[in-house]
């Protein structure tokens, strides 16, 4: 009867011990790992959009420094005795050089129009001729809208017997390609700060979620497990986080640029498809790169560790 009531106890509480140990053995180091790669995964993100935002803006930056150096106007005023058709033929010469991206060609008559408009009086009317000379409105492409350039170019044109004189605006033109190369300095300067950054954070989040298998790695190891086949899930783990993160980058990336678009429609003159594109692409080489690195230096390091240095650290 002793025995009887020490082996029914017994029995029910292996039962119930048991059903714990393998719930416990199931759930607990799976929701574990599953907690980290979501922690993981979200920080990835957050690093990327970062990033992402820095090479939107050096590309966007590029843009609206292409399009302010186009919209620079040099004006090339002809002489008096160039008729209608010698100046459209000037224009046609002009046209084919390799610095040329557009050109008006504005008549005296048209000249005088326009300024009778702005100024109110025909000055004509008490001058007794047409003051306003036929002009040439060229607008360069981007590369050559410095000042070296406008050099030879203005040199060049000059030498038509029928060009009388070339203005432009030098000192704006300086101000521009001056402002514009420092915001460029100081966006590769934010571009590779950013990355050093980014960099340490992801390695050091993929490091915390290594660090939980070291003695898993280390029980591979004794077991003859190649280094290759031990790293092998950690890389496929780590570029399956990188490419989640990336799209998720991608995707609150994208809806900043709808909302921006939605408030300044006017902004598509500078942001292109092909900007949007090459955005997409980085974030995501970037997450893949960043987030495999990582994980391969990481996994190294608890390679090379013997069993009582795993247990130091």
Known sequence: ?????????????????????????????????????????????????????????????????????????????????????????????????????????????????????????????????????????????????????MRWITKEIRKDPRVSDIAYMEDLMNQVNYNLSRISLILLVLAVLLTCVSFSLISNTVRLSIYSRRFLIHTMKLVGASWGFIRRPFLNNAVIVGVIAALLANAVLGACIYALYLTQPGVLTIIRWEDMAITAGAVLLFGIIITLLCAWLAVNKFLRMTAGELYKI
């Open 1 to 149: 009867m002793f025995c009887a009531r020490l082996i029914v106890p017994l029995h029910e509480i292996r039962c119930f011990t048991s059903e714990q140990v393998m719930a416990s053995k199931r759930k607990g180091p799976r929701s574990h790992r599953g907690m980290q790669a979501v922690t993981l995964c979200i920080s990835t993100t957050m690093v990327l959009i970062l990033l992402g935002m820095v090479v939107f803006s050096v590309l966007a930056a590029r843009n609206l420094s292409a399009h302010m150096r186009e919209n620079l106007t040099v004006t090339v005023m002809l002489k008096d005795y160039v008729s209608v058709n010698q100046g459209h033929m000037l224009c046609r010469d002009l046209y084919h050089r390799p610095y040329s991206r557009n050109i008006d060609y504005i008549s005296k008559e048209q000249a005088k129009r326009e300024q009778t408009r702005e100024l109110g009086s025909d000055p004509s009317e008490f001058l007794g001729f047409n003051p306003f000379p036929a002009t040439l409105e060229i607008q360069l492409k981007a590369d050559y809208a410095n000042r070296d350039s």
